[in-house]
């Protein structure tokens, strides 16, 4: 159906107001709907768990249950013998109705099976379903920070914060930085030189900001400023939302040297002065190195007065000792092949 008329005056206005009451009831009605559902399976895996406790059922049961479920519902879907299994783990891990019901039940079942499948300490799982409300994580971005080990390296790195910043700003710096940072989209070769560690990070970009965290927004790389009538250039320019300020980024392809804290501590005294606006918070610096060394970091930083916090940097995941240890050697894999006869046709 056409219309010609043009709408009548407000209509604009009201049609947008109308059209942000009808997505947010859309998304509280998923939301329910999701805590309903959520709810009715740790009642399920409650109620398996405790008949196989107290009454002696075997595993057995649950294929039997699937199989009647399925049975007494065909139009729903969610009820296959591993899902319940997963039901009953889900109830194993959180045995309070009241904490599935506030905080569990928030993230969709996908997003629980994947903590239960891979994170096993009941803080780190609390920890990861909170961020993932706090912050939207889709599935995927869960997967990724829970396999590089996110809880373990936020707030880790090695800074002047508290002795540089006021309490509130200081202790949400801290955890906005990581140590290590993970830089495993990245090659040997990409971080040779800091010329290609910088364009191997601004060529994933979207890799790059993920690992920063929420809240950065890119400003530029080798950010040109004037100082003194010389040129100086900042590898790489952020403006965090939520702290409110510049964060400069410098990136080294060695390990740490007590020279570095200097050198930033010129540009964020630069920074403040050229580029930040009298309600921003102070700028804050982050060396990214190979290494860094814990005791050297702490002299380096002890009588800065500006913010700076520094942290290394890894190119891929390490293998665990154990692993590593059982692969066998170029030589292994060579001496191993030449004595294979060769194929027959």
């Given at each position: 159906m056409s219309i010609q008329n043009p709408p009548p005056a407000g209509y604009a206005d009201w049609l947008t107001a109308l059209k942000s009451r009808i997505q947010a009831a859309r998304l509280s009605a998923s939301l329910a709907v999701n805590k309903e559902l959520l709810l009715l399976y740790w009642q399920i895996g409650r109620d398996i768990l405790e008949r196989q406790q107290t009454q002696?059922?075997?595993?057995?049961?649950?294929?039997?249950?699937?199989?009647?479920?399925?049975?007494?519902?065909?139009?729903?879907?969610?009820?296959?013998?591993?899902?319940?299994?997963?039901?009953?783990a889900f109830a194993e891990a959180y045995p309070e109705e009241q904490f599935v019901q506030?905080?569990?039940?928030?993230?969709?079942?996908?997003?629980?099976?994947?903590?239960?499948?891979?994170?096993?300490?009941?803080?780190?799982?609390?920890?990861?379903?909170?961020?993932?409300?706090?912050?939207?994580?889709?599935?995927?971005?869960?997967?990724?920070?829970i396999e590089t080990r996110l809880y373990e390296r936020q707030g880790k790195a090695m800074t002047n914060f508290a002795r540089t910043l006021p309490p509130p700003q200081s202790d949400l710096a801290q955890q906005l930085l990581k140590d290590p940072y993970q830089f495993d989209f990245l090659t040997s070769a990409d971080a040779a030189h800091e010329k290609n560690l910088e364009r191997g990070l601004l060529a994933h970009i979207r890799q790059f900001l993920l690992e920063l965290g929420v809240g950065f927004a890119f400003v530029g790389s080798q950010y040109h400023l004037d100082v003194g009538d010389q040129d100086f250039y900042l590898d790489l320019l952020f403006y965090h939302l939520k702290l409110r300020c510049y964060v400069v980024i410098d990136l080294k392809a060695s390990d740490f040297k007590p020279e570095y804290a200097g050198k930033m501590n010129f540009y964020l005294s630069a920074v403040d002065d050229l580029l930040r606006h009298p309600s921003d918070a102070p700028s804050i610096g982050l060396i990214l190195c190979r290494n860094n060394n814990g005791v050297i970091v702490e002299y380096a930083l002890r009588d800065m007065h500006k913010p700076i916090g520094v942290s290394a940097y890894e190119l891929t995941a390490t293998l665990p000792k154990e692993l590593a240890d059982s692969l066998p050697s170029i030589e292994q894999l060579e001496a191993e092949l030449a004595s294979q006869p060769p194929d027959q046709e």
């Open positions: 002696g059922w075997g595993a057995k049961v649950i294929d039997r249950l699937a199989l009647d479920l399925r049975h007494a519902f065909p139009d729903m879907k969610g009820f296959s013998a591993r899902n319940l299994k997963y039901m009953r506030q905080v569990v039940a928030q993230i969709p079942w996908g997003h629980n099976v994947r903590i239960l499948d891979y994170v096993k300490d009941p803080i780190q799982r609390a920890w990861y379903i909170r961020q993932t409300v706090e912050y939207g994580w889709s599935r995927n971005i869960l997967v990724h920070q």
